[in-house]
């Protein structure tokens, strides 16, 4: 039986909540038990050594669904041939910041 097969870009991938979605997209709890996953995360360049790290636990972890990762601060790379894109980044709030200031910028 051959899989469905899915490319997924997530943006933000290594803050809070992209961290959070990798893991259940990569389990096959997301698209389901026969769905091949083909990973695109994006994320600011500063931040690409994090990402790094989150691809490495991704790795660790062995999903069998979890066909490939590919990391990226471009977004011609990040968005290439996908399915599904899940748009998560944020600015993280700075001191005196209330949540709804985050839709000003």
Not at 13 to 18: L, N
Not at 43 to 72: H, N, R, W, Y
Request: with cysteine; glycine share 8%; charged share 20%.
């Amino acid at each position: 039986m051959t899989k469905k097969s899915v490319r997924v870009a997530v943006t933000g991938a290594a803050g809070q909540i992209g961290y959070a979605l990798l893991f259940r997209i990569a389990s096959g709890e997301t698209f389901g038990k026969d769905t091949e996953v083909h990973l695109n995360l994006l994320e600011l360049e500063q931040a690409l050594p994090a990402l790094e790290g989150v691809k490495m636990e991704l790795d660790d972890c062995a999903f069998p669904l979890l066909a490939s990762i590919t990391t990226t601060s471009d977004l011609a790379v990040a968005f290439k041939d996908v399915n599904w894109a899940l748009l998560v980044g944020s600015v993280p709030r700075k001191a005196g910041m209330e949540r709804a200031d985050l839709l000003n910028i």
